[in-house]
Structures are given as C-alpha cells and as structure tokens.
T-cell receptor, first 109, second 115 residues
Framework: GQNIDQPTEMTATEGAIVQINCTYQ??????LFWYQQHAGEAPTFLSYNVLDGLEEKGRFSSFLSRSKGYSYLLLKELQMKDSASYLCAATDSNYQLIWGAGTKLIIKP | EPEVTQTPSHQVTQMGQEVILRCVPISNHLYFYWYRQILGQKVEFLVSFYNNEISEKSEIFDDQFSVERPDGSNFTLKIRSTKLEDSAMYFC?????????????FGPGTRLTVL
C-alpha cells in the first residue's frame, strides 16, 4: 500500500532551527512536495524534490533520499508565523499526490 | 498573482440534499483536482480532471460525487445526497501540467457542514 509517515507534532523556539522528517512508500515515485497549511486555510507550496539532495530556498530547505524513501524539511531562523502544519506529499506513478497527515509545528517565544 | 477561487466559502446543508461546490482554476492551467480534509485529519485526494474528463479518482469518489467543467472557467463538484460524514473542507486545486513538477495551487476551500 501507499503510505506517508511524519511526526504528528513538534515544538521549537523562535530563532532556532527545526527539521521535519517524512518517510514514504508509494507505487512509483515522481517527486516529493512539502506544503505549509495554517489552520483553516489551504495548503501552500513550499518545495519540490525529485532528485537526491538538498534544495535551498531562503529559510527553508528540503532534502530527498530516493533510495531510503526519506525526505526532510529544514526551517531556519524560526519566526512565530511559521507555526503551522507542514504536509509531506509524494507523487506516485500516476502523478497523484499521496499526502501525509501533516506535522503541526508549534513555535514558542 | 493569479489564484484559484472557490465559492461558497461555507455551505450548510441538510443530510440528503444535493450541493454544488464551485471553483475557478487559474486560467492557463489544464489539470484540476478536488481534495477534502475532514477537520483535524489529512488531505484526501478525490478526483483529478483533464481534457474534460476524469483522469484519476479515489475510492472516496463514489457514485454520489460528480465533477463538471460547465464552461471555460468553472470546475464544479456535486455531491448528490449528502451524508453527515461528508462534512469537511473541500479544496479545489489546479496545475499547469499533470506530470513531473506539477505544483498544484490550492483554492481557499469550501467548508461543508451537513446537519
């Protein structure tokens, strides 16, 4: 079956760094997305990885290891507005997004 | 910046009634999607649509659901006879392409409450 695993909740301090991990099992693989979702709002795109390695975009970076079925999202210089759920989604052989349940990130001052 | 829009933002209906949720995808996008998210749960894929037909659908998308692109801009999701368990946030999304890097842009959602 297809499955995405990520931690349910994480807590971090303003100004710090946090890494949110995601493991995936899909029938076929055509890339991995990270989305941010604030409560009651739509998911918004953060990053896409299809090749192994690190993609950096400002304070956010995303890493992929296809052989391990593993990705992480790294958030640096955390701000209070980063408090949100972070959704990992893998694209299967039909280019359909398979979603994780999301990691709720709580930022404390 | 172009965006996906959805109406209404909130719909309340009685069990057994039909509802139509409306979406206007980004104008040059060719692939359209409906997702639902029950409160506190994960985003669930319902259906994808391309070239005026369904390209993929999940097991959630049973006979009570249908989608339509009635004109060049709207994309609708119809639920024929709503059940209590259909209460959820319904998100429409669109993308330029359906393969490889297919960043999907989400609308703000319609919160459906079935009483």
């Amino acid at each position: 079956g297809q499955n995405i695993d990520q931690p349910t909740e994480m807590t971090a301090t303003e100004g710090a760094i946090v890494q949110i991990n995601c493991t995936y099992q899909t029938s076929g693989f055509n890339g991995l997305f990270w989305y941010q979702q604030h409560a009651g709002e739509a998911p918004t795109f953060l990053s896409y990885n299809v090749l192994d390695g690190l993609e950096e975009k400002g304070r956010f970076s995303s890493f992929l290891s296809r052989s391990k079925g593993y990705s992480y999202l790294l958030l640096k210089e955390l701000q209070m507005k980063d408090s949100a759920s972070y959704l990992c989604a893998a694209t299967d052989s039909n280019y359909q997004l398979i979603w994780g349940a999301g990691t709720k990130l709580i930022i404390k001052p | 910046e172009p965006e996906v829009t959805q109406t209404p933002s909130h719909q309340v209906t009685q069990m057994g009634q039909e509802v139509i949720l409306r979406c206007v995808p980004i104008s040059n996008h060719l692939y359209f999607y409906w997702y639902r998210q029950i409160l506190g749960q994960k985003v669930e894929f319902l259906v994808s649509f391309y070239n005026n037909e369904i390209s993929e659908k999940s097991e959630i998308f049973d006979d009570q659901f249908s989608v339509e692109r009635p004109d060049g801009s709207n994309f609708t999701l119809k639920i024929r006879s709503t059940k209590l368990e259909d209460s959820a946030m319904y998100f429409c999304a669109s993308s330029e392409r359906g393969s490889s890097y297919n960043e999907q842009f989400f609308g703000p959602g319609t919160r459906l409450t079935v009483l």
